[in-house]
């Protein structure tokens, strides 16, 4: 028997990837068409190759007619100023139309061009999937653990009865690098030494995220996203040697003690009860930057998400 906390959190070792459904209708909401869309999108994407997709700014209504556009990936960029988007970004392309047509609806049929996506975004998404993120609610406040927390959810799906959900905290810094850890092997200590340490979660792990530049995959890590992906302290050996080689860059490796899992069922039943906000963002936010704090995560997701989150960033804490 598995020991959790009241959360249901509990121990997994295991990790796959996200799917979905799809057949797109002409009139249907948001939510409905990212339900009917996914699969469709990375289906094409693909038979593209690389899992992107050439798509249009603009209304999407008409092809580009210039005759150059197939042969050079560049001139068709010059000319039809055609974006490569994966499909979260695609996504929220969606969102963000669907939002403009709310505020401006006699502009929604009048074709022109729209408002590219910033480095930085966030959207509420229906059902939580890999690659999204968690946001507590003030339902969460006083419990020290996971109050204004955000969650990265590493795998969304439940694989058996005795495994299902797990994810980091991604807005928790530790002050401790590396090398400031007890008992650190004195290889990777050297090679790690000051890359960020943060709190993951109550349940006893390392784990990693690493922001990448190149979309091969990389031996022994798990892809999450475009440009971000995770890994085990069992694939800490072959990442350090992937460093030494300078493939990658000790900074662009951040750090976790511990995570967060839920049982099956569990983490669906906590969003049910408004535990949770369930959000889709950029790998720009996740990661962080210079620009951006870990600790403010929360208020900045919640704050480009916009409407009642707006609001609720702005919410005093509810001590117990």
């Avoid at 074709?111 to 229906?126: R, V």
């Avoid at 980091?168 to 030494?193: C, G, Q, W, Y």
């Avoid at 072959?238 to 990658?248: D, F, T, W």
Wanted: aromatic share 8%; net charge neutral; with cysteine.
């Amino acid at each position: 028997v598995k020991t959790c906390n009241s959360f249901g959190l509990r121990n997994h070792h295991h990790h796959h990837h996200l799917h979905g459904s799809v057949v797109l209708e002409k009139r249907c909401s948001f939510g409905q068409i990212c339900c009917k869309l996914q699969d469709t999108f990375l289906l094409m994407a693909r038979c593209v190759g690389h899992g992107d997709l050439s798509v249009p700014e603009g209304n999407g209504s008409k092809e580009s007619s210039s005759p150059g556009a197939s042969k050079s990936d560049k001139t068709a960029s010059q000319k039809s100023h055609r974006i490569n988007l994966d499909w979260r970004s695609f996504r929220a392309n969606l969102f963000a139309r669907e939002q403009a047509a709310k505020l401006e609806p006699s502009t929604e049929n009048q074709g022109g061009g729209s408002t590219p996506l910033g480095p930085k975004w966030a959207h509420p998404i229906p059902v939580p999937e890999s690659g999204c993120v968690l946001l507590a609610t003030e339902k969460l406040d006083g419990l020290s653990e996971f109050e204004r927390t955000v969650v990265l959810l590493l795998d969304a799906e439940a694989r058996n009865p005795l495994e299902g959900p797990f994810g980091i905290v991604i807005n928790r810094p530790l002050k401790e690098k590396i090398k400031h850890m007890k008992h650190a092997d004195p290889e990777l200590a050297s090679t790690f030494a000051d890359s960020s340490f943060h709190f993951g979660g109550p349940i006893q792990a390392t784990m990693y995220l690493l922001k990448t530049r190149e979309k091969s995959k990389l031996p022994g890590l798990n892809d999450l996203m475009p440009g971000l992906c995770f890994g085990f302290r069992n694939s800490l050996d072959e990442a350090a040697a992937l460093v030494k080689k300078r493939v990658l860059k000790p900074q662009d490796f951040r750090f976790f003690h511990g995570y967060a899992g839920w049982y099956p069922e569990q983490l669906t039943k906590e969003i049910e009860n408004d535990q949770w906000i369930v959000a889709a963002c950029s790998s720009d936010l996740i990661f962080g930057g210079t620009d951006s704090l870990p600790e403010n995560l929360w208020v900045e997701i919640l704050e480009l998400m916009g409407g009642r989150y707006s609001e609720l960033s702005r919410k005093p804490k509810q001590d117990l």
